[in-house]
């Protein structure tokens, strides 16, 4: 009998492939869970991923644009950045925001931590609804080309129940605020 939550991989050796500022790669020499060897590749993240759900009093959000090189194709989303490890995440958050919105806001939630995919990397996101919002100048940095729309928040679920928005983190938090607000704990300041 085994212990399901106990790790069944040996792992027999690791190799640094790749590093860079943002990732690291690891190649490991594995014996997988049913006694075979094997590779197994790991990529970690050296920042946090970080989303912020912006919802007016009029509930509207904003939503991001831009092309997203990794997946050759444009995205809409929810202002997202990473954070660096050893920052306070809302603080990533509130940068995140003015950066690509111009907004700050005056009230922030923690709405979910996830993993974005525990399959090959350990990449982790603390997304935050924010609210009582005021418009300032944008600050994009310069790998940024982004256009901002201002929609309305149930317009929004449409798109991502109609798979018009497939970011994982804005889906996730879309998803959230929509059942909150259907339970009636969606904190609207």
């Given amino acids: ?14 190799q640094n492939v790749y590093d860079n500022k943002w990732i690291n790669v690891t190649e490991y020499q594995v014996i997988n869970p049913s006694g075979n060897p094997g590779i197994y590749g790991k990529v970690h993240f050296k920042n946090r991923a970080i989303g912020v759900l912006p919802l007016d009093a009029d509930m509207n959000t904003y939503l991001v644009g831009q ?9 809409w989303e929810m202002p997202e950045g990473g954070g660096p490890l050893n920052e306070e995440p ?9 950066e690509e919105t111009g907004l700050k806001a005056r009230n922030w939630t923690e709405l979910q931590r996830m993993h974005l995919s525990n399959s090959v990397s350990d990449e982790f996101a603390i997304i935050y609804l924010a609210t009582g919002l005021e418009q300032f100048e944008p600050e994009p940095e310069d790998t940024e080309q982004l256009i901002t729309r201002k929609i309305a928040f149930d317009e929004v679920y449409n798109m991502v129940c109609n798979a018009k928005i497939t970011d994982s983190m804005t889906v996730a938090a879309v998803l959230r605020t929509k059942l909150m607000l259907l339970e009636g704990t969606l904190p609207l300041q």
């Fill in 1 to 14: 009998m085994f212990n399901a939550e106990e790790n069944p991989w040996q792992i027999l050796s690791e």
């Fill in 67 to 75: 092309y997203r090189f990794v997946l050759n194709q444009y995205s």
């Fill in 90 to 98: 809302i603080d990533a958050a509130k940068r995140e925001l003015l």
